[in-house]
């Protein structure tokens, strides 16, 4: 993927003027989730002059969503799960962008034979989680198509994140960033919670919700439990599990034979663990109800609670401090590119959107006492506590900071935002935004 070399503002002037000139062709709203029809027809953001095209946005977007959907098996991820994961998006397209171009005045490259070792084990990773229990690893062709890139624009992209990657370990390297045993053993010693191996079972499972959902008549839960009561008599006659779950489950695990995978008992909703308590491996639960629908359980096998020693836990340390330090140095480097308005501009809003569907109506709001509380604290606080706010990358606030600008367009516009209200836009406070990573759809909700 290659990033259109539009300067500003000669740039945007270009752009509305083919604007006009271009034969007017709506777009199918209908067929577009709730981050496409909120962004614009032109660039996302400028960065010193280079423009984060609405394509490059989209294409990269899209490919974070459907890593997910892909790992997480879930075909439709919520609107707020779509938001964070645009707003993410944004952040690292910024920052990226502010790399690349550090890496291109530094000569900093990637040559040909890291792209493909790279390539190769990335592709390995996505076959092996790709990979159903009775069937052949995708092939090449199948996880590109999937992930909607060929092979030369993913060959292109990963080449730019390791560029990405490299520069930032070089700014952290002249920073000093370095990651010492003693630092391992500290973190170690400091946070023993972490490395407590709790018991983990092994479930597969067959789900079959009633029709309805969970507020159906008591006659559609008889149903269900019927069509379980049969998925369960088939395996109990000879039939393996997940032959029969895949004909007959309904959870998002079904095309992998219901295989839940080796899971943390904290991580499992209680039912399945009560259930799972009193059976040996190789047992087959009877059918039983949830505020899901009827399950049918399988115990695979299970591994009891242990402590992690520091000889093992110490690699993922290492390699936790040195990705969490290098992320501080490149966060300074990044954020007066960022926190100025004339090196980034950014037109898409996300932020509003976000706060639209996270707002609940039912929560109580602050007394008139408590809102001259909060403003009088917070005027207290914000200088020393700008300091310590280290753990809001400057890229993840600045996907935010398109978002609390003044502009009157709509969320939904399409239209290429004139150069007054982007300018308008980047005078705003920044907010952060929240990484989408941590609303991946989890197990647990199965």
């Not at 040909?112 to 390539?119: F, G, I, M, R």
């Not at 624009?153 to 990657?165: G, I, M, P, Y």
């Not at 990651?179 to 191996?197: A, G, I, M, T, W």
Request: aromatic share 4%.
């Amino acid at each position: 993927m290659i990033i259109s070399m539009l300067r500003w503002p000669f740039a945007v002037g270009i752009l509305l003027c083919l604007a006009r000139l271009a034969p007017a062709q709506a777009p199918d709203l209908d067929k577009m989730d709730i981050v496409e029809r909120s962004t614009p027809n032109g660039p996302v953001a400028f960065v010193d002059g280079v423009a984060v095209s609405r394509e490059e946005f989209i294409e990269t977007y899209k490919r974070h969503v459907n890593e997910v959907a892909m790992l997480a098996h879930d075909n439709k991820p919520s609107d707020e799960f779509r938001v964070r994961a645009g707003l993410t998006t944004l952040g690292e397209l910024i920052r990226r962008q502010i790399l690349v171009a550090e890496a291109a005045k530094r000569g900093v490259t990637v040559g040909e034979a890291e792209v493909d070792t790279a390539y190769a084990e990335k592709l390995k990773h996505f076959q092996q989680d790709m990979k159903k229990p009775d069937g052949p690893a995708p092939t090449e062709a199948e996880v590109l198509k999937l992930a909607g890139q060929t092979r030369q624009e993913a060959r292109e992209s990963l080449r730019r994140q390791l560029v990405e990657e490299k520069m930032g370990s070089q700014i952290a390297k002249d920073k000093g960033a370095k990651v010492s045993d003693q630092d391992v053993s500290d973190f170690y010693n400091k946070k023993p919670e972490l490395f407590k191996r709790t018991g983990q079972v092994h479930l597969n499972q067959i789900l079959v919700p009633p029709k309805g959902g969970p507020k159906a008549d008591e006659a559609s839960w008889k149903a269900a439990e019927e069509t379980a009561k049969k998925a369960r008599a088939r395996i109990l006659a000879g039939e393996t599990f997940d032959v029969v779950a895949r004909d007959m489950s309904q959870s998002p695990d079904a095309a992998k034979g219901g295989d839940m995978g080796m899971l943390p008992t904290e991580q499992l909703p209680p039912f399945f663990v009560d259930i799972a308590k009193a059976m040996k491996p190789g047992d087959v639960s009877d059918a039983f109800r949830s505020p899901y629908g009827v399950h049918v359980i399988r115990l695979v096998e299970t591994a009891q609670s242990k402590d992690v020693t520091l000889a093992e836990a110490k690699p993922k340390i290492r390699a936790m401090l040195e990705q969490m330090r290098r992320d501080e140095a490149v966060d300074k480097f990044i954020e007066p590119v960022v926190n100025d308005s004339k090196r980034t501009q950014m037109f898409l809003q996300l932020e509003r959107t976000l706060g639209a569907l996270t707002f609940d109506p039912k929560a109580p709001k602050p007394s008139i006492m408590q809102d001259e509380a909060a403003a009088a604290t917070s005027q207290a606080t914000a200088a020393p506590a700008a300091a310590p706010e280290k753990s809001q990358a400057p890229a993840k606030k600045a996907a935010a900071k398109a978002d609390t600008s003044s502009t009157k367009k709509s969320a939904t516009t399409t239209d290429a935002p004139p150069k007054k209200k982007s300018t308008d836009a980047t005078k705003s406070k920044k907010k952060s935004a929240t990484d989408a990573s941590t609303d991946a759809p989890k197990k647990k909700a199965q």
